[in-house]
């Protein structure tokens, strides 16, 4: 019985989530890595070789985030249905395929086509995978493991932005490409084909941290720790539309990032020094995510505190600062906080007003309102500074984030009150 109990819980050995988390932080830190944070090194290079302007070759990321919208609701219904193994498998393929297609492009259109193909890839690989995957595998800690898959992608663009203009300077953007696309497809793909498991039962286990006395692999073989609400209840309920408008105004904030560096150059530091506070969001961002895991693990509301008003001092910070680079880095800090939220509350936040019963189901169509949000956001947002300023556009960020704290406390209170 002793041994058939360490089987059932993982107890006395490395539990094979583990593993899990590690396949998510390959997906988010080289695929997810490769195809957001070192997209912009290759904007000049190509648009200069393909002979259009750079904000016409970045369109292929508008497409990728129309076509990870359109993609959301049907992967998640997929992952519910099929193998998470090979679905993330095949799309890892798909995606280094895709990279390696670009490098032997010469038309403008046929990186349109790409994104498109790329942004069906990302609503599995980016939107769906740690989040799906975590909670299958975790019924403790799970705040912190999305946490640490979540940072694995600035951690990826941080490895491999250097390495990519490395290889642009020395052998072109072709062979950076084709590098890529040979990464992902000879390295990562296999590794997730090889290691990846749906779900505990899988191994013979229960979810990590999971009461020894729940029956192992749980009902149906979907594993032991999914209760909550039902996808068909979910849609009925107020909450969820809340949340789609939460995950909404989170990602459509986060787009003020891009505006950071020139609204610092445009109050009298140097290119230089706004390169500095980019990078300072960018720590806020790294360590946030982590710091959001753990907080998420004792507290979802604390957490929503934490990542909105931690965003809008940040953002105030910025607007008030009066020629201190300390105060704008620290302000550019704490907006990283609210950037890190994006993706680790929203999805901790699904977690605790809606369970892991349809987990993969609801967050799929939430994440939606994420890829909208970064589409129209991202346009919205410089429409509104040519129009007016910088400063009222991070001001209207600050007041957004209020406005998303209020609905995190809302929901998770009504959700209390119902269980009650």
Aim: proline share 2%; hydrophobic share 55%; charged share 10%.
């Amino acid at each position: 019985m002793k041994n058939d109990s360490i089987v059932a819980t993982g107890k006395g050995r490395l539990h094979y989530g583990f593993v899990i988390v590690a396949c998510c932080c390959l997906m988010m830190g080289i695929n997810v890595g490769l195809t957001f944070s070192c997209a912009g090194i290759f904007y000049r290079p190509v648009s200069e070789a393909l002979g259009v302007a750079v904000g016409e070759f970045g369109i292929y990321m508008s497409v990728m985030y129309v076509t990870s919208s359109l993609m959301l609701s049907v992967a998640g219904r997929m992952l519910e249905r099929y193998s998470a193994r090979w679905l993330f498998s095949a799309n890892s393929a798909l995606m280094g395929l895709t990279f390696l297609s670009m490098a032997l492009y010469d038309n403008v259109w046929e990186f349109y086509v790409a994104g498109g193909v790329l942004g069906v890839t990302l609503a599995f690989l980016l939107y769906l995978s740690f989040p799906t995957l975590v909670n299958r595998w975790f019924h403790t800690r799970v705040g912190l493991m999305i946490g640490i898959c979540s940072a694995a992608s600035g951690i990826g663009g941080m490895l491999f932005n250097p390495v990519a203009g490395m290889m642009i300077t020395v052998w072109g953007w072709r062979w950076a490409y084709a590098a890529f696309g040979v990464l992902i497809l000879c390295v990562v793909s296999p590794l997730l084909a090889w290691l990846l498991r749906d779900r505990p039962a899988d191994k013979g286990l229960l979810s990590y941290g999971a009461d020894g006395s729940a029956v192992a692999g749980g009902k149906a073989g979907k594993g032991n720790n999914e209760e909550g609400m039902t996808y068909g209840n979910a849609v009925k309920s107020p909450l969820f539309y809340a949340l789609i408008l939460f995950a909404f105004m989170m990602m459509g904030i986060s787009t003020l990032n891009l505006f950071i560096p020139g609204f610092v150059t445009d109050h009298g530091f140097s290119l230089e020094q706004a390169s500095v506070t980019a990078a300072a969001v960018m720590a806020g961002v790294t360590i946030g995510k982590l710091a959001l895991g753990w907080i998420n693990d004792r507290s979802s509301l604390i957490g929503v505190a934490v990542t909105t008003l931690g965003g809008a001092i940040g953002l105030a910070v910025l607007i008030f600062s009066e020629g201190s680079l300390f105060s704008v880095m620290g302000g550019a800090f704490l907006f990283g906080w609210a950037y890190a939220g994006v993706t680790v509350q929203t999805a901790m936040l699904t977690r605790s007003v809606f369970g892991t019963r349809d987990y993969a189901r609801i967050y799929s169509v939430i994440s939606i309102a994420l890829a909208a949000g970064g589409a129209l956001a991202s346009g919205g947002w410089g429409l509104l500074a040519d129009a007016t300023s910088g400063t009222v556009i991070f001001a209207s960020g600050a007041v957004g984030l209020i406005v998303c704290l209020l609905l995190g406390i809302w929901s998770l209170r009504s959700r209390t009150a119902a269980k009650a």
